[in-house]
């Protein structure tokens, strides 16, 4: 088995390691080019792959790209917001955006029909997309299955570019429907630099690094191409673990916060999430929490609190045992509300501009 599988199992083990074996470097030596993110600051974002010559690039003016693909595996949740919100950082950059709808790569990894891959991407990712804030207009939106016969064409051509050998060294011997996914997928990261796409330009891709597999063999690729392309620059985030601890599983509704979740529905998952308090009351006041194991802290990090500071003070209350889990769960509670019920209107208001966009630039027949 490979030591990364970007089809199964999202617990990846020790950031660190796998950034030592695979030649990810750390996010703190481009730190300061990048803006002022709390995924940044607080290490969320922790890696990257070839950003040097990127942000070189945007700094001297020039085009630069930014790709990310919607896999329609569930509802969407806070796990997903994450790469929500580096789409909307880069597109603040000036990044040219492209989204690719990864039906295809669902039918033949996941067993999901088109039809029901298309009505999930539309309805529960691209909706709160917009409703989280991206901007529709000049991002290239398409789903795979519709990218084009120039497109899908050069996917099959990227295949000369690697041998057998490095497809199961990457992969694990995967079985065709993975290997034509992930041929699919290189011409999708590479799509941004196309021809008819404004041709070569640094492009990056902000994934979890259980996607390094295909960065790694699509910077293979556009090595090896004849058409001239940037390898393509990758950055990494960690993943949330599920609220009961462990990974976060879209079959397991306990485990996330969907963004279509009622507030009755968030408040009894918080309930139920697994904290870093002590098992009484007398041995939590005199030890404090466990922060690192507790998930509705991590909620709070990643997702509820901008402010620094604050969350700084709730983490330094906490582990002193000052603060109860009772009182972190109520903070959370209350700013989940908060979130849920003002995007719960902007989802509303998305939908039209949705579905006026996917009529205007999707094709209503599937292959």
Same mark, same amino acid.
């Given at each position: 088995? +490979?030591?990364?599988?970007?089809?199964?199992?999202?617990?990846?083990?020790?950031?660190?390691?796998?950034?030592?074996?695979?030649?990810?470097? +750390?996010?703190?030596?481009?730190?300061? @080019? %990048?803006? =002022?993110?709390?995924?940044?600051?607080?290490?969320?974002?922790?890696?990257?792959?070839?950003?040097?010559?990127?942000?070189?690039?945007?700094?001297?003016?020039?085009?630069?790209?930014?790709?990310?693909?919607?896999?329609?595996?569930?509802?969407?949740?806070?796990?997903?917001?994450?790469?929500?919100?580096?789409?909307?950082?880069?597109?603040? !950059?000036?990044? =040219?955006?492209?989204?690719?709808?990864? =039906?295809?790569?669902?039918?033949?990894?996941?067993?999901?029909?088109?039809?029901?891959?298309?009505? !999930?991407?539309?309805?529960?990712?691209?909706?709160?997309?917009?409703?989280?804030?991206?901007?529709?207009?000049?991002?290239?939106?398409?789903?795979?299955?519709?990218?084009?016969?120039?497109?899908?064409?050069?996917?099959? %051509?990227?295949?000369?570019?690697?041998?057998?050998?490095? !497809?199961?060294?990457?992969?694990?011997? +995967?079985?065709?429907?993975?290997?034509?996914?992930?041929?699919?997928?290189?011409?999708?990261?590479?799509?941004?630099?196309?021809? &008819?796409?404004?041709?070569?330009? +640094?492009?990056?891709?902000? /994934?979890?690094?259980?996607?390094?597999?295909?960065?790694?063999?699509?910077?293979?690729?556009?090595?090896?191409?004849?058409?001239?392309?940037? @390898?393509?620059?990758?950055?990494?985030?960690?993943?949330?673990?599920?609220?009961?601890?462990?990974? !976060?599983?879209?079959?397991?509704?306990?485990?996330?916060?969907?963004?279509?979740?009622? /507030?009755?529905?968030?408040?009894?998952?918080?309930?139920?999430?697994?904290?870093?308090?002590?098992?009484?009351? &007398?041995?939590?006041?005199?030890?404090?929490?466990?922060?690192?194991?507790?998930?509705?802290?991590?909620?709070?990090?990643?997702?509820?609190?901008?402010?620094?500071?604050?969350? &700084?003070?709730?983490?330094?209350?906490?582990?002193?045992?000052?603060?109860?889990?009772?009182?972190?769960?109520?903070?959370?509670?209350?700013?989940?509300?908060?979130?849920?019920?003002?995007?719960?209107?902007?989802?509303?208001?998305?939908?039209?501009? /949705?579905?006026?966009?996917?009529?205007?630039?999707?094709?209503?027949?599937?292959?």
């Amino acid at each position: 088995m +490979p030591e990364i599988d970007p089809w199964g199992d999202v617990e990846v083990g020790e950031y660190r390691e796998k950034m030592e074996k695979f030649g990810i470097e +750390p996010i703190e030596e481009i730190a300061d @080019k %990048l803006p =002022d993110h709390r995924y940044i600051r607080r290490g969320i974002i922790f890696g990257h792959r070839g950003m040097d010559e990127y942000l070189d690039a945007l700094d001297d003016g020039e085009d630069v790209a930014m790709i990310t693909g919607i896999m329609p595996s569930g509802m969407f949740h806070l796990g997903h917001k994450i790469v929500v919100d580096q789409v909307l950082m880069y597109q603040e !950059m000036g990044a =040219d955006v492209t989204l690719t709808a990864a =039906d295809i790569e669902a039918h033949n990894t996941r067993g999901i029909s088109l039809e029901d891959a298309r009505e !999930m991407v539309i309805e529960q990712y691209l909706t709160n997309y917009v409703a989280l804030g991206l901007d529709l207009e000049n991002v290239d939106f398409y789903f795979q299955s519709q990218a084009g016969n120039d497109h899908l064409a050069r996917s099959k %051509l990227f295949a000369k570019h690697l041998t057998r050998n490095e !497809m199961d060294a990457t992969y694990g011997e +995967p079985s065709p429907g993975k290997i034509a996914s992930a041929l699919m997928q290189y011409a999708d990261i590479l799509r941004p630099q196309f021809p &008819e796409n404004g041709g070569p330009k +640094p492009t990056v891709v902000p /994934v979890g690094i259980d996607q390094d597999p295909h960065i790694r063999l699509t910077r293979e690729v556009a090595r090896k191409a004849s058409q001239d392309f940037y @390898k393509p620059a990758s950055i990494y985030n960690k993943f949330m673990r599920g609220l009961q601890g462990g990974k !976060m599983s879209s079959s397991d509704p306990k485990s996330y916060i969907a963004l279509t979740d009622s /507030v009755e529905e968030e408040k009894q998952k918080i309930d139920e999430a697994k904290t870093g308090g002590r098992d009484t009351l &007398e041995e939590h006041r005199e030890k404090g929490a466990d922060v690192e194991e507790d998930m509705v802290f991590e909620l709070l990090a990643f997702h509820l609190i901008e402010d620094d500071s604050e969350l &700084e003070r709730i983490r330094e209350e906490y582990e002193s045992g000052e603060m109860l889990s009772g009182e972190l769960k109520q903070i959370a509670k209350e700013k989940l509300e908060e979130f849920l019920l003002a995007h719960k209107e902007r989802r509303e208001d998305a939908r039209e501009e /949705v579905e006026q966009f996917v009529e205007e630039n999707v094709e209503s027949e599937l292959v």
